[in-house]
């Protein structure tokens, strides 16, 4: 059972542009939403996240929206630069402190194009 | 520094053995996780532990044991290995138990059975 889903697997913008990924959730109590961006031979790395209770959140050139009543999330990055060609996982955690559970969508393939 | 350090980063071994990947975290974090990524690219939680207790156990094989002797350290022991525990292992860590600020990933370990 798929929670939180990532439907592009890949995704090419050219450099100065926008990008902007998107992820789909189906289970309604999630408390928090993540995006997180991996290079290759490297762990994760914690980008933005954003509460349920909150429709925006903004940090830098990254922007995630949050539409709970389409269970739908999307990250934008502008300007595109060629740094960001990573993974961009989306993940989404429910439970109270202690007993938390972060559920990650498949990833995202993000090429910038110079 | 690495805040989040696991050993060693390939592990090849064959059917049967046993093995153990350690984890160390100097962030003063309270809370670390094992997360599994296989072939599919899912990212699963398997444990959690705040402050050296057990709080996540999500349906892993009792041959996986993590072992955390103090807040700083999480071992994950492997017994019997199988060829479907080949897959990539991640440490992580977070503090107070909360995804919101995100969670700090080591650099993974990757594990072939043979």
Not at chain 2, 65 to 72: E, G, L, T, Y
Request: glycine share 8%; net charge positive; proline share 4%.
């Amino acid at each position: 059972d798929q929670q939180v889903k990532q439907n592009s697997p890949s995704l090419s913008v050219q450099e100065g542009r926008i990008s902007i990924l998107n992820c789909d959730y189906t289970n309604s109590m999630f408390d928090y939403f993540l995006w997180y961006k991996k290079y290759p031979a490297e762990g994760p790395t914690f980008l933005i996240s954003i509460s349920s209770i909150k429709d925006k959140n903004e940090d830098g050139r990254f922007t995630v929206f949050l539409n709970k009543s389409a269970k739908h999330l999307s990250l934008h990055i502008v300007p595109s630069q060629p740094g960001d060609s990573a993974v961009y996982f989306c993940a989404a955690s429910v439970g109270s402190f202690g007993n938390e559970k972060l559920t990650f969508g498949t990833g995202t393939r993000l090429t910038i194009i110079p | 520094d690495t805040a989040v350090s696991q050993t060693p980063k390939y592990l090849v071994t064959q059917m049967g053995n046993d093995k153990s990947i350690k984890c160390e975290q100097n962030l003063g974090h309270d809370t670390m996780y094992w997360y599994k990524q296989d072939s599919k690219k899912f990212l699963k939680i398997m444990f959690s532990y705040n402050n050296k207790e057990l709080i996540i156990n999500e349906t892993v094989p009792n041959r996986f044991s993590p072992k955390s002797p103090d807040k700083a350290h999480l071992n994950l022991h492997i017994n019997s290995l199988e060829l479907g525990d080949s897959a990539v292992y991640f440490c992580a860590s977070s503090q107070g138990g909360t995804a919101y600020y995100g969670y700090t990933f080591g650099s993974g370990t990757r594990l072939t059975v043979v």
